[in-house]
């Protein structure tokens, strides 16, 4: 009998954590903090005792950011990409150097855990009694989706996953046996590639010959990436400059070339491009029509909210939103109300606003596709997912399937 834990990412996005438990072997899929404004969110707490591994699905902090609380006492084992090891490395440093609220760990427990990790590939391992094996996700460079082998059932989490190809990444193709149980991302449907390109294109093009700056503020881990492969790919001829954690993050992530879908684009784009060294640059870069690539995603720090102080008051500029954005985030008020500013001194911008739904997530109805190839009877948990969202797809995939799905509140436990 083995018992799985919804530890977070029920019926929300972000903080993710599951836990999978045997009569001997304990494992957990994923610990990640979700940042709101207000303060940041960890999944439900566990013992670092008697866990024979920690899986971290990818480096974006919503699924690894929290994991170095269990280095306080004990190390126990933790496995992910290489990749993904570098990265989490950075984002979790900025985490612990740029927030404003309380984070139970600090530099010390993070290099502990980098130290603590084992390099995974595509293949099986062993963790206690359990044989885990991980395919590529194609959600950014290093993801993976965990097929759990436990006391001969297999329980499969797919992480973040995307089954369309994008400028950056091949898309994933898992192949599984029989199945007991599935956790699956609970994304929204998504603007196809194509038109959100066009867009992102277009849209960069019209302000930069208004003799506009167009501020794209992105992840600094894949999203900045891919968006300087898709301006290469579309033959871009204006100004690019790169600032933020999105700097590190596109060196780490071009040099592993194995990981990407046709490396030379991202070299390509990188060499074109203008690499912000300090303050004088980023003047420059503000006085010349061109685009600036910089993390935080949200507005919600880093140097993408410098240039926006600037950008906010300036009507030939622009804002190009590139992702998600998670309500109260001040790129969603910034969406939804086109006001920037502290919280209480918010203001109209003057500056075009602009969101492109790009993902890389596949998409409810790549999901459904997922599940409906699934084999065996397996128990389905959509998570990950705005509320409405994953009970929607659990409804949707009782309806076309006859499995048994779920949208799970945090703390429910499921028996396979
Ligand atoms: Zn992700």
């Avoid at 885990?132 to 965990?146: K, L, R």
């Avoid at 720090?301 to 590139?322: C, F, P, Q, W």
Wanted: glycine share 8%; charged share 25%.
């Amino acid at each position: 009998m083995v018992n799985v834990t919804v530890f977070g990412a029920g019926k929300e996005v972000g903080r993710s954590g599951f836990e999978v438990k045997g009569a001997n072997t304990k494992l957990l899929l994923d610990y990640g903090v979700l940042v709101k404004e207000e303060r940041p969110s960890f999944p439900l707490s566990t013992s670092p005792k008697g866990l024979n591994g920690i899986i971290i699905s990818h480096a974006h902090l919503d699924h690894s950011g929290i994991a170095p609380l269990f280095y306080t006492s004990e190390s126990p084992p933790i496995y992910m990409a290489n990749i993904t090891k570098q990265l989490t490395d950075i984002l979790i440093r900025d985490l612990l150097h740029l927030s404003s609220y309380y984070i139970p760990f600090e530099a010390l427990e993070l290099k502990t855990m980098i130290e603590s990790s084992t390099d995974i590939r595509e293949g099986t391992y062993k963790m206690g009694q359990a044989q885990v094996t991980f395919q590529s996700s194609g959600h950014i460079p290093g993801s993976v989706n965990s097929l759990v082998d436990l006391e001969g059932k297999n329980i499969w989490y797919s992480g973040d996953i995307n089954t369309i190809d994008t400028a950056l990444l091949k898309r994933a193709d898992p192949k599984l046996p029989e199945l007991d149980m599935a956790i699956i991302e609970s994304t929204v449907e998504h603007t196809p590639r194509e038109e959100c390109e066009k867009k992102l294109v277009e849209t960069a093009n019209e302000v930069v010959e208004g003799r506009g700056v167009a501020l794209i503020p992105a992840f600094s881990v894949g999203r900045s990436q891919e968006i300087l492969c898709i301006l290469q790919k579309n033959r871009f001829k204006y100004d690019i400059t790169i600032d933020g954690m999105s700097r590190t993050a596109t060196k780490m992530i071009a040099g592993r070339p194995e990981e990407l879908r046709d490396p030379k684009l991202i070299r390509d784009a990188m060499a074109r491009s203008n690499w912000i060294q300090g303050q004088r640059d980023r003047n420059r870069a503000l006085s010349k029509p061109g685009v600036i690539i910089s993390s935080s995603g949200m507005l919600s720090g880093g140097a993408s909210t410098r240039y926006m102080e600037k950008i906010k008051n300036r009507s030939n500029d622009a804002v190009i939103l590139v992702s998600y954005q998670v309500p109260g985030t001040p790129g969603r008020i910034l969406m939804d109300e086109g006001k920037y500013g502290p919280p209480g001194e918010l203001k109209k911008a003057k500056c075009r606003v602009e969101w492109v739904d790009f993902s890389s997530h596949c998409g409810k109805s790549g999901l459904m596709q997922i599940v409906k190839g699934l084999k065996g009877n397996p128990k389905v948990l959509c998570v990950h997912g705005e509320a409405a969202s994953c009970t929607d797809f659990a409804s949707r995939i009782k309806e076309e399937t006859g499995l048994d799905a779920y949208a799970p509140s945090i703390g429910e436990t499921f028996t396979v």
